[in-house]
């Protein structure tokens, strides 16, 4: 019996496999997309693509996918120190890509990305148990049952807990633990529905964010750094999480009335990442290749990034080892980019005691007077400058 054989093979079908699908086959590959979800339920996780990241959704021509379904525009940035607005961003406005943030409900917006690699050409697996991928030339990923699969290249993008990394002998490093990071949906929520709420309650390292959907829905989040105040004893529950929410700075009015509705979840956000996510026919993309700290929001735009840059590296050239060693070496370029600056934000804003507190007492009032003094990579993305004069800049010390 023959082997089933394809181009590329990716082992996850939400937004980084799914977009990396898509475009490929546009472009003329013979594509297959495993998902083991048969369909996609609510997870804590990632709900808001920076402006930036949307830059990067237009890239891969994904935009008028997700605009009409699920996509949900944020032209504004209001942050809050201690429970006082310091500043609205008009994002439009500021940004180099000239977009807003755009939220949106993530079980919605992968199956809209999902279905647009169909359309595109892309063969598409549910259910679809993969319990082995051996690196080599070709590469094989084998099935729950036994069945066995060939590509020219297979792709992880299977999340955090990357089973692929695993498989394929990928080595992950890992920063020190700096936060840990709750979040859950509600409805009936008082927030702005055209804004991005960050609070900052600093001394206590305590972060709360909220992102708006449309509609009084709100994925709201607390961060805690671990240096900080410790969660509730037992652990969040939705009226424990409201009181911190509201503790670091949010309007307790916004959640009068506001209703759980989905899972409440608490995960540890330390970055981890694969220095090179290529070897022997397995390439690594978004999580699978590297997390960030999803205090600042990058996760969902490095993962476009990678789709789009392992896509036209693969385009570029007929020699796919090559090609993939291209797309690692520029990964570990703005990865760490968007690392350094997230550490930058995080000893800025979230870390507490007395040597943040004097940072910030130096740092905040110049940042007040001009707001380019903060590295705005967040929203911007990792083409800004993020050097040492950047940094000194940002925090006062030039």
Known sequence: MSVPSYDIVTVGGGLGGAALAGVMAMRGARVLVLEREERFADRVRGEVLMSWGVAELENLGLHRSLEPRCAHPLPFLDLYYQGVQVQRRDLPATTPQRSPWVSFFHPEMQQAVLDEAAR??????????????????????????????????????????????????????RAAPRHRFTGVLFDRHGAPEDASGIFFDSPNGRVSLLFPQGRGRVRAYVGLHADGIAPPAGGYTPPTFVEDAVAAGVPRAWYEGAEAAGPLATFDATDNWVEHPHRDGVALIGDAAATSDPTWGQGMSLTLRDARTLADALCAQSDWRAAGD?????????????????????????????????????????????????????????????????????????
């Open 120 to 173: 595109r050409g892309a063969e598409v697996r549910r259910g679809a148990r993969v319990t082995g991928v051996a690196p080599g030339s070709p590469a094989e990923v084998t099935l729950d049952g036994g069945e066995v699969i060939r590509a020219r290249l297979v792709v992880g993008a299977d999340g955090r807990g990357s089973m692929v990394r695993r498989w394929a002998g990928f080595e992950t490093a």
């Open 326 to 398: 291209a797309y690692a070496r520029e990964h570990a370029r703005y990865a760490a980019v968007v690392r350094r600056a997230d550490d930058w934000f995080s000893e800025l804003f979230v870390a507490p005691g007395e040597e943040a507190e004097a940072r910030r007492a130096r740092a905040l009032p110049l940042i007040a007077a001009d707001p380019t003094r903060l590295v705005d990579a967040p929203s911007s993305g990792p083409e800004v400058a993020v050097d040492e004069a950047a940094r000194r800049r940002m925090f006062g010390e030039e």
